[in-house]
């Protein structure tokens, strides 16, 4: 049984471009959640995926936008970044229902840094 | 936004001591989870605790509910140096698949 993998591990931008960050989902779950941490805070919930479909979003701008594939994986994008946006972006995944019942798992994360 | 605050934001104690860690929050909740957080990666959760239960204990640790106050306690008991991380607490809402976290509580084992 594999984990969540989010890939990549780091990244450079320099404000107003634009990134992709990936996530595959652990097998068997089939919703995935983006998680932006700032340093120093706690993770903030930047939107769900379930079904392809935006399941609940957070308090994120439009230029945060996501995608969900038929095999459960999916992409985070950012447009027009901002210096703000420098931050650790985390992948979780669960079956849909259980993700607050303790059933997420979450990857090791992306650490964006916009200059 | 952030659902609570945990306190303190952070604890230094010798190897073999307790640590208590506190998180409070605002809304009505369907439990409230603990989880650990290594060098700035990935959330490894702890322990989970219905609305309904006041205690719950798993190995070293030990987390306590008082909905009434809105707060909760982990207590690591018998620290090791591999306890060194961040702590956080996240509370899930009912009819919610989200969990909000609380901004976490570093703590440092000496050895």
């Known amino acids: 049984e594999t984990g969540v993998t989010q890939s990549p591990t780091h990244l450079i931008k320099t404000r107003g471009q634009q990134v992709t960050l990936r996530c595959s989902s652990q097998?068997?779950?089939?919703?995935v959640s983006w998680y932006q941490q700032a340093l120093g805070q706690g993770p903030q919930f930047i939107f769900q995926?379930?079904?392809?479909?935006?399941?609940g979003r957070g308090n994120f701008p439009p230029r945060f936008s996501g995608l969900q594939f038929p095999n459960y994986s999916s992409e985070l994008n950012v447009n027009a970044l901002e210096l703000d946006d420098s931050a650790l972006y985390l992948c979780?995944?669960?079956?849909?229902?259980?993700?607050?019942?303790?059933?997420?798992?979450f990857g090791s994360g992306t650490r964006l840094t916009v200059v | 936004s952030q659902q609570g605050e945990e306190d303190p934001q952070a604890l230094s104690i010798q190897e073999g001591e307790n640590a208590t860690m506190n998180c409070s929050y605002k809304?009505?909740?369907?439990?409230l989870q603990w989880y650990r957080q290594n060098s700035g990666r990935g959330l490894v959760h702890l322990i989970l605790?219905?609305?309904?239960?006041r205690e719950k204990h798993s190995g070293r640790l030990r987390v306590t509910l008082d909905t009434s106050k809105k707060s909760s306690s982990l207590l690591i008991t018998a620290s090791r140096a591999a306890d060194t991380a961040s702590y956080f607490c996240?509370?899930?809402?009912?009819?919610?698949?989200?969990?909000?976290f609380g901004k976490g509580t570093r703590l440092h084992i000496l050895p």
């Open positions: 979780a995944s669960s079956q849909v229902g259980q993700g607050s019942l303790g059933g997420y798992t």
């Open positions: 097998s068997g779950h089939n919703t």
């Open positions: 995926y379930y079904r392809e479909e935006e399941n």
């Open positions: 809304t009505s909740i369907n439990n």
């Open positions: 605790i219905r609305s309904n239960e």
């Open positions: 996240a509370t899930g809402e009912v009819g919610d698949d989200k969990i909000i």
